[in-house]
Each structure stands twice: as C-alpha cells, then as structure tokens.
C-alpha cells in the first residue's frame, strides 16, 4: 500500500508542479493588466488635462499679442550692416598665433 501511496503522492506533486506555474502567471498577469489599466486611465486624464491647459495658454497668448511699438529684439536679415562683407587676407605661411588677418 506504500507504494500507492507514493505513487499517488508523486502524481499530485507532479501535477501541481505542472499546474503552479500556469496559474501564477495567471495570477501576476491579472495583477499587471489591472495595474497597467489603472496607469492608464490616470494617464488619459493627465494627457486631457494637459490639453486643456495647453488650449487655455493658446487663447490667453492670443489674447495678450505685444504692442506694436516695441523694438524688435531678433536682428532681421534686411538690416543695413548686412551687405558690409569684412575682405579676409589669404593667411598663407602665418602661424596660427599671429593677430588675426581680417582688415577692418
């Protein structure tokens, strides 16, 4: 009757060994969807949050555009100074450590 015994035993430990493994990926993979999902959710809402405040921005930078009357502070390229080419010296035979060969 050991025998039986042993052998039923070994059978149910071997299912079991069969079966743990399956069930706790199960498991885990429920676990993971589920916290996955609720990541998700929170992230939709920020994302529209988001959005929201970024249209609010929009129409509050349409809304406050700068007077007319300011100096424009980036340099534009139909300034004057832009046609003054500087003529370089051909820097043959100088060494590097010499004053610079533009002519000004």
């Given at each position: 009757?050991?025998?039986?015994?042993?052998?039923?035993?070994?059978?149910?430990?071997?299912?079991?060994?069969l079966?743990?493994?399956?069930?706790?990926?199960?498991?885990?993979?429920?676990?993971?969807?589920?916290?996955?999902?609720?990541?998700?959710?929170r992230?939709?809402?920020?994302?529209?949050?988001?959005?929201?405040?970024?249209?609010d921005?929009?129409?509050?930078?349409?809304?406050?555009?700068?007077?007319e009357?300011?100096?424009?502070?980036?340099?534009?390229?139909r300034?004057?100074?832009?046609?003054d080419?500087?003529?370089?010296?051909?820097?043959?035979?100088?060494?590097?450590?010499?004053p610079?060969?533009?002519?000004?």
């Open positions: 009757m050991t025998v039986v015994v042993w052998d039923t035993t070994g059978l149910l430990l071997f299912l079991l060994w079966l743990l493994p399956p069930l706790y990926v199960v498991a885990l993979g429920r676990a993971y969807v589920r916290r996955c999902s609720k990541t998700l959710q992230t939709a809402t920020i994302r529209d949050e988001l959005l929201d405040l970024f249209d921005l929009e129409l509050v930078r349409e809304s406050a555009e700068p007077p009357d300011l100096p424009s502070v980036i340099p534009t390229a300034d004057d100074d832009t046609q080419f500087i003529a370089l010296v051909p820097a043959a035979g100088r060494h590097r450590l010499d610079s060969p533009v002519r000004r």
